[in-house]
């Protein structure tokens, strides 16, 4: 999500710093900006391109480029499958997959929240790649008085990989944990090229190598175009690159409808990448 000159001053500094690179970074279902912890789920039939980058003054992660789609055609039940390449990277740790199912926000009416389950870092390199999260959550989006107030999210992970990926610096192993976010409403813009801007926050805790939280600005450049970017903040910096106790994020979201009819606008979402 972002323009070209950040996109390659991203890539300039993640190529400078790949010896400091973890191995393997996070994999990316629906997401809030660092987290899982939203009840959107991709739409039937639309892929999702996502193109992640973190990236600091001692590190980064390897790039994420991704692509998530949506596999049932109903409106009160959905699922989604996605795929991650993680580069630089080893190549045994360069692919993860994950997947979401769940009920959508207000499915069964105005009252009924989302309620969504799933898997991600399901890596096939033991001991670095295999993070095998579980994550659960519900989300609702709130309106008051024809006033919409932004989406609160929460749930909770679990980590069921190898010990080795889920030790803090400390060697204690921590596998479970919180997640949670907040998105504002949507702030019309209107221009040509700039359609809305949003704000979202979220946090997962733990003192591993996943746990942190960060908060972005999501800039729409169309419905179905858009960049997130700001700062994650981590909870065990000593597991992060270069020992950064944060990573600036820049995230690219991209929606590839092909249906004949035109899907409505996708609410603000991006990628843990």
């Known amino acids: 999500m972002r323009s070209s000159i950040p996109i390659l001053a991203a890539a300039a500094v993640v190529a400078a710093a790949a010896p400091l690179a973890p191995r393997a970074a996070r994999a990316t279902p629906s997401t809030a900006f660092w987290t899982p912890a939203t009840a959107y789920l991709q739409p039937f039939a639309v892929p999702h391109v996502t193109y992640d980058t973190y990236f600091g003054e001692d590190g980064a992660y390897g790039i994420d480029t991704g692509l998530t789609m949506g596999l049932i055609p109903l409106d009160v039940f959905q699922l989604e499958f996605g795929l991650d390449f993680f580069y630089p990277n080893d190549t045994k740790a360069a692919v993860q997959i994950n997947g979401k199912l769940g009920i959508p926000d207000g499915a069964f009416g105005r009252w009924s929240p989302g309620i969504t389950t ?116 981590f909870f065990d910096r000593d597991k992060q690159p270069g020992g950064s106790l944060f990573l600036w994020s820049v995230q690219l979201d991209v929606d590839l409808d092909f249906r004949s009819r035109p899907a409505p606008a996708p609410v603000a979402r991006t990628g843990v990448r």
């Open 118 to 233: 799933g898997v991600w870092g399901i890596g096939f390199e033991e001991g670095v790649s295999d993070y095998h999260v579980w994550h659960a959550e519900v989300g609702k989006s709130f309106v008051i008085n024809g006033i919409p107030l932004g989406t609160l999210a929460a749930g909770a992970y679990w980590g069921l990989g190898s010990d080795a990926v889920w030790a803090g610096s400390d060697g204690t192993v921590r596998r479970v944990g919180f997640i949670g976010s907040y998105t504002s409403p949507d702030i019309p813009i209107g221009l040509t090229g700039l359609e809305k801007i949003s704000f979202v926050g979220d946090v997962q805790t733990g003192r591993n190598a996943v746990g942190g939280g960060g908060a972005g600005i999501g800039v729409f450049f169309t419905p179905i175009v858009s960049v997130l970017t700001g700062p994650v903040f």
